[in-house]
């Protein structure tokens, strides 16, 4: 019994889940009477080569290749018995410099201080009490879409959607995960599994940084200071897709957990959580057009509502085929319309995090051969469509996204993968890729939309 949840556990700190068996470890230390103790320590990386058809030259719009290390981590899970233990994620990265979600690029960071910075990105203790009841107490993710719940080194496409995150900041650390509490437990033979979370929520005020024009905004403070509440649901129809323990998901199994259909959903809820009506406290080209000033004390909730699907069927010598689709509504009672302070819009109740309605589809096929001695090859589609309150300085503005790609797994698992996607983003409403904040500036370009090829690779220790 030990021996099996301690295999369970190497997974889940290789993985950020425990759903995943496949997936190789890093070395394990025990220590206490029996060797029930134990760390379990683990290293990922990956690397990102990204060619776009804008983001150089005198106005920005010549093409631009930019190559950056977008995730580096080391994962350390410690368990005292089998019962109680912690874990612990660092993550860094080297001249991230891209910046889709402000509207292009930011100012190159290879010559600053803070470029190659090592952060926490989780931390928590882990109570695994019952098949009904475990719990996460810390810095973790916050369960509502099962694309945030997906791993970051397990997405089907090169990467998660952008669009998928809780509001309240920029920070993986507040829109993918936050502080709290988050319970989790499986029944009807490990087929209905739930999450349910206290989570931090809005706190205080939220900062964005305009690459343009190198200057950072404070949106307004939080109205009321009240937690973030989230439950979400899954019901998997053939094999069950997660165990008791799970966290998490992931964006393909590679065939190895056989026929799975899930259906989930989620709702998530905080009252009070932005000021209605805001706006810069300043004239622009002042220093405190930076800053934004609440008018009154009118208020409004937070509320988001998901559905998802995820189907996976391996078929013997024909391949495995792989398909996903997500929808997302987040609702601030239109406070677009009045809270104009510039960082409220792109960080608070407008952005790729705020108000919006949309989602994804996404599919892939691993072929019937491998390409090297294991190698397996799964090429993939995805397309997304997102009506978003206010982005780049448009209101409701509508992104598509459509990409094709393929992965090849090298190993046959997913413990080195290399990826290469091409994408094309398209704006509803023509936008600048620049100084968008009055959308004014003389010569500045409007874009219908651009175009993105990408390179990337992935390693799991």
Known sequence: MLKNKKMALAVFATMGCLAATQASAGPVIEFGDNGESYLQMDVKFQGIADFTDFGSGRDGEDSRMDLYLRRARIVFTGMLNDTWGAKFQTCGGTSVTRNFGGGGYELAKSNEKNNSQIRLTDGYLIGLLDDAFNIKVGLTKIPLTRANLDECFNPLSH????FVYSPYGTDATKISRDMGIVASGNFVDN????FAAIMEGREGSSRFYNPFVDKTFTSSPEPDSNFDYVFRLHYSFLKPESGPTAMGYKGTY???????????????YEPDAAYKNTRPKGAPGTPDFL????LND???????YTADVFFEYPMADMGTLTATGL????????????ARAIADLNTIV?????QKEGGYVKAGYILPYTVGSKGLVQPFARYEKWDLASFLGVDNQTVKQYGIGANYFVRGDDSVRFTFEYYRTDFDKKTKLGDYLDQTTPGSKLYDGYNT??????VQI
């Open 291 to 294: 800053l934004a000033t609440v």
């Open 453 to 458: 090829f990408t390179l990337m690779f992935m």
């Open 327 to 338: 929808w997302l509504k987040v609702d601030f009672d239109d406070a677009y319309k009045t």
């Open 350 to 354: 407008g952005g790729a995090n705020g």
């Open 298 to 304: 009118d208020k409004v909730d937070y509320k988001a």
């Open 159 to 162: 990467e998660r959607s952008a």
């Open 191 to 194: 087929h209905l599994k739930y």
């Open 254 to 268: 590679l065939g190895k957990k056989g026929p799975i259909l899930t259906l989930g959903g989620a709702v998530a």
